[in-house]
């Protein structure tokens, strides 16, 4: 219910004086812009137990009139001014006696809502941060969106802190891309202080450590003392490099192939100790059908190769028909089978057509220990340097062993001239196992 303006009054001299503005008007709601009537300025207008406004004036708008009314006072008191964190204290603006809580654009948004008498402040839908950003609760950024989620971007540092607690990116089974962009970026994974560790794994979708044309891939530091190990597993794996099915241009693997070396270098292939299986290396084998070099100890120093070992196993040299295999000495002493052992040394081939040279200059051809021949052997000169002490069946064997003995038996042999003559000595051989002296003169025509 409303109550009415108060009686006139009356005065002395000047008539009746209609109570209005003195008496308040009394309701149960708050006016409205339309309460107009019989309202003069300054009238004031109370909603019981709730709120005072006050008149200030009127409006017209397209001829509707239309009335101010000013809250002044609420039923828990009178709201004179607010303080912010900066700028001391702010009260109701002149005329309209109103405090604007506004938001920043990309920041703070305030949402009022007349019916409730309530103001939500709220993030903006798209945010910016002008300052230093501390979250020290659980954070989620878009975790259940699907928009694009932008960090960093501006020519600040971008920093990305771990605790305690670690650091973890997932993703999901989807596409992940570090710095996969147009720009020259400069990338550093891992830390080379103290036990600092780097892992790089990967399933069933391979791994691959790929650059531009001309990119440089170094793996260790110059410094490093540590093992490099490429290809460690212990099933069936293979390891390849530079081993694609077609290239186009020329190819070169360096190892250990230091300019300056200053230490002692060891190159280790298939050095292991297994005990099942078998082992082969293979080096312009059956696959290489281009025409290849291999080198093998050619470098100007004082080298030295072996081939084999005391251990069971064979070596053997093939080469095609019509090639030439040749080793060369440049001076040196070149020894084959020349070790205690009982060995078995064998050189050219009993093929009909077959031939071996065995050269030498002045320094002569030595053979020590008895000479079997099967075939023909020719030479300029042959000489006998011992004495078996016993012949072989089937052998005719010459010795050193000779004798100057000469006495005066007589026995006939007839000489290339009519001339007489006397032998001079003994030479031994042996004829199978007989022992036999064939008689030696200075001259064959005294």
């Not at 009746?16 to 409205?32: F, K, L």
């Not at 410094?223 to 794996?237: H, L």
């Not at 270098?265 to 290489?288: P, R, S």
């Not at 004495?387 to 050193?400: R, V």
Request: aromatic share 4%; hydrophobic share 35%; proline share 3%.
């Amino acid at each position: 219910m409303s109550f009415p303006p108060g009686s006139s009054n009356y005065t002395q001299a000047f008539g009746t004086n209609p109570e209005n503005v003195e008496v308040p008007h009394i309701d149960s709601r708050a006016p409205s812009t339309s309460d107009i009537t019989n309202y003069p300025v300054g009238k004031r207008w109370i909603n019981k137990n709730t709120a005072a406004y006050d008149l200030l004036g009127f409006t017209v708008s397209g001829g509707i009139t239309s009335a101010t009314w000013a809250l002044s006072n609420t039923s828990t008191g009178v709201l004179a001014e607010l303080t912010g964190d900066s700028g001391g204290a702010i009260t109701p603006a002149a005329g309209t006696g109103n405090i604007s809580l506004l938001g920043t654009a990309n920041q703070i948004v305030t949402t009022g809502t007349l019916a409730s008498n309530q103001i939500v402040w709220s993030l903006s839908s798209t945010l910016v941060v002008p300052g230093t950003l501390t979250v020290t609760g659980t954070t989620s950024i878009n975790a259940t969106g699907t928009a694009t989620t932008t960090i960093g971007g501006s020519s600040g540092l971008f920093t990305l802190a771990s605790g305690s607690g670690g650091l973890t990116a997932t993703g999901g089974g989807n596409t992940i891309q570090l710095f996969n962009d147009a720009a020259a970026n400069i990338v550093t994974l891992g830390s080379t202080s103290g036990a600092a560790s780097l892992t790089l794994q990967a399933g069933g979708g391979n791994m691959a450590l790929t650059g531009a044309t001309g990119t440089t891939y170094t793996i260790g530091s110059a410094t490093g003392i540590g093992a490099i190990t490429v290809g460690q597993s212990t099933a069936a794996e293979t390891v390849n490099i530079l081993s694609a099915t077609s290239i186009t241009g020329a190819q070169i693997v360096n190892l250990l192939n230091g300019a300056t070396p200053g230490a002692n270098t060891t190159l280790n292939i298939m050095d292991g100790a297994g005990t099942a299986g078998t082992q082969t290396v293979n080096i312009l084998a059956t696959g290489a059908t281009r025409a290849g070099a291999v080198n093998i100890n050619t470098g100007a120093a004082a080298h030295t190769l072996t081939v084999g070992s005391s251990s069971a196993g064979n070596i053997a040299f093939a080469i095609a028909s019509g090639s030439t295999y040749s080793v060369t000495g440049n001076g040196g002493t070149i020894t084959i089978g020349n070790d205690a052992a009982a060995n078995t040394v064998s050189v050219g081939t009993s093929n009909t057509t077959a031939t071996l040279n065995l050269l030498a200059g002045s320094g002569k051809v030595n053979i020590t220990g008895a000479v079997i021949a099967n075939s023909t052997v020719q030479a300029s000169s042959y000489a006998a340097t011992g004495d078996p002490g016993s012949g072989t069946a089937s052998q005719n064997i010459f010795s050193n062993a000779n004798s100057t003995t000469i006495s005066t038996g007589l026995g006939t042999i007839h000489m290339s001239t009519a001339n007489p003559a006397t032998n001079t000595g003994w030479l031994k051989c042996y004829i199978g196992t007989q022992v036999a002296w064939i008689p030696t003169w200075t001259t064959n025509a005294p």
